[in-house]
């Protein structure tokens, strides 16, 4: 797939796990004009499943706007497979979209990723070592730590923790702290916040009560804010979780620091769950998806909301956009 139109980006997009909601919700996403305009889209999967899906929701492959489909025949025959099963197959077949598609963000073909949700279970049937979209793409990109962003229109969170056990959580470091202000502080800049106003979240109750909850928030994070503002990051903490992210919300900051996965996770989802999106920071490419799964309990039903897809398609066109525009900016 060259690249000749520069007044778009191109951007590949899984379709995930062909037993759940994702062709479903691609195929509803790209459908919308307003969505098919701000990208060419290659859509990377298997035909036989798009056209499966098509036909329960009365959508016609033709018909999509702008869009491409890179076939990797990856099931044999997708009518033999049943909607909202764990498979292993589906699972090889999710995780060869993801491949293919990273690999031709590295090559230069496309301009970013979006991924639809696949099941970590059925590709762990397959012998994959597999913890999730973020850790696999951050393997085949040759880089060993990334992070992820989850992003809505009225707040932004970066993890230093994510897919890891709470316990695990809790061995904070200075460099892993301000490493991941930084980048998402750079991420920031991509989504137009040329200096974001950033919140750092304790790790214990009350950012550890000067040391009566736990000595890690004044070990660490202290020393990790002040680091950051010595870097010239316009940065604050540790502070009190259980406010930061409603002070947050109401417009005093640009962006959240979690420590852990459910600390960054709750808030996020229970303000906008619908719109907001992950993006994976740190590598070399752009990398957004939708935050929820592959709602195996009403795949096939022609039930599945696109919204969070298309919030996940807007937000990699804004970024790929800003990329194209400043080259040699990174991402």
């Given at each position: 797939m060259p690249k000749t139109d520069k007044t778009v980006p191109i951007?590949?997009?899984?379709?995930?796990?062909?037993?759940?909601?994702?062709?479903?919700?691609?195929?509803?996403?790209?459908?919308?004009?307003?969505?098919?305009?701000?990208?060419?889209?290659?859509?990377?999967?298997?035909?036989?499943?798009?056209?499966?899906?098509?036909?329960?929701?009365?959508?016609?492959?033709?018909?999509?706007?702008?869009?491409?489909?890179?076939?990797?025949?990856?099931?044999?025959?997708?009518?033999?497979?049943?909607?909202?099963?764990?498979?292993?197959?589906?699972?090889?077949?999710?995780?060869?979209?993801?491949?293919h598609a990273t690999q031709m963000c590295l090559r230069g073909e496309t301009d970013a990723i979006v991924t639809a949700p696949l099941n970590k279970a059925a590709v762990t049937l397959t012998g994959i070592r597999f913890t999730g979209h973020t850790e696999f793409i951050a393997e085949l990109c040759g880089v060993e730590e990334s992070r992820m962003l989850l992003a809505n229109d009225r707040l932004r969170v970066v993890h230093v923790f994510t897919h890891v056990s709470l316990q695990q959580s809790c061995r904070l470091s200075l460099a892993r702290i301000v490493g991941t202000i930084e980048l998402g502080s750079q991420a920031m800049r991509w989504l137009g916040f040329e200096r974001p106003r950033i919140a750092v979240c304790g790790l214990n109750p009350h950012a550890g009560e000067d040391g009566l909850f736990g000595e890690e928030d004044r070990e660490f994070i202290t020393p990790a804010v002040e680091s950051a503002?010595?870097?010239?990051?316009?940065?604050?903490?540790?502070?009190?979780?259980?406010?930061?992210?409603?002070?947050?919300?109401?417009?005093?900051?640009?962006?959240?620091?979690?420590?852990?996965?459910?600390?960054?996770h709750i808030p996020m989802k229970l303000l906008d769950?619908?719109?907001?999106?992950?993006?994976?920071?740190?590598?070399?490419?752009?990398?957004?998806?939708?935050?929820?799964?592959?709602?195996f309990d009403i795949a096939g039903k022609n039930r599945a909301d696109p919204s969070n897809m298309k919030a996940a398609l807007k937000m990699a066109a804004t970024m790929a956009a800003r990329r194209v525009n400043r080259p040699g900016s990174g991402t």
């Open positions: 951007i590949a997009v899984t379709i995930g796990d062909p037993a759940g909601i994702g062709p479903e919700v691609v195929l509803k996403a790209l459908s919308d004009p307003a969505v098919a305009a701000l990208a060419q889209w290659a859509i990377v999967g298997d035909t036989s499943a798009l056209e499966r899906v098509a036909k329960i929701c009365g959508l016609a492959l033709a018909g999509l706007q702008g869009t491409t489909i890179r076939d990797l025949e990856a099931l044999r025959n997708a009518s033999g497979l049943e909607f909202g099963r764990l498979d292993a197959a589906c699972g090889a077949a999710a995780a060869a979209y993801v491949r503002r010595n870097l010239g990051f316009h940065c604050e903490g540790p502070l009190p979780a259980d406010t930061t992210f409603l002070r947050a919300a109401r417009g005093a900051y640009d962006l959240v620091v979690a420590m852990y996965h459910d600390q960054g769950f619908e719109n907001t999106v992950n993006v994976t920071l740190g590598l070399p490419i752009i990398r957004t998806s939708v935050d929820h799964g592959t709602a």
